[in-house]
């Protein structure tokens, strides 16, 4: 078992937690977030990447494509989104969003989409800076929405663990 950062790390580690076959990634920051989740899901899973920054994007093509279990989205997060579809077969396990370069609207997107491509027992991560009103935006679509079972820390790097409920 190998350890890194927190915030690279926290999806890959909830990926085995809930036994997630299939990953989202939004906006990571971290070269290694993918790799780490795609080791998560092992051979049985897939991992997407919406990544905004192309550098970022490049070092996870590099490390991972080539696995063939990251698919790597280049471009806007919140304008990916909308393209990707789920079934009751495809749903993600894991949502992974790091909204420190997020806009408000945006990062309240993220979620969103979350709910939207999750199902009930969906682990949700947003990492972020807790100052600002994104992280406000953020934490208040939480704490207010009634899929979402959540807890939150602003120690650090910011980071709100949820999960997806049956609420209606």
């Known amino acids: 078992m190998s350890?890194?950062?927190s915030s690279e790390s926290l999806p890959a580690v909830l990926t085995r937690l809930v036994d997630a076959r299939r990953v989202l990634l939004i906006a990571p920051t971290h070269g290694r977030s993918?790799?780490?989740a795609a080791d998560a899901v092992g051979e049985r899973g897939s991992v997407v990447v919406l990544?905004?920054?192309?550098s970022v994007a490049a070092v996870q093509a590099d490390t991972e494509a080539a696995r063939g279990r990251v698919e790597i989205v280049a471009g806007e997060p919140a304008g990916s989104l909308p393209q990707l579809r789920t079934d009751d077969d495809t749903t993600f396990g894991v949502v992974s969003a790091?909204?420190?370069r997020a806009g408000a609207?945006?990062?309240v997107q993220y979620l969103e989409w979350a709910l939207v491509?999750?199902?009930p027992g969906t682990a949700v991560v947003v990492t972020g800076d807790a100052d600002g009103a994104?992280?406000?935006a953020v934490q208040d679509m939480v704490?207010?929405?009634p899929r979402l079972a959540a807890a939150s820390w602003t120690a650090g790097t910011a980071v709100i663990v949820a999960a997806v409920t049956d609420q209606p």
């Open 3 to 5: 350890t890194s950062s």
């Open 143 to 145: 704490d207010g929405h």
């Open 134 to 136: 994104t992280w406000t």
């Open 98 to 100: 790091d909204v420190s």
């Open 51 to 54: 990544a905004a920054d192309e």
């Open 117 to 119: 491509l999750g199902r």
């Open 105 to 107: 609207a945006e990062a």
């Open 34 to 36: 993918a790799a780490l």
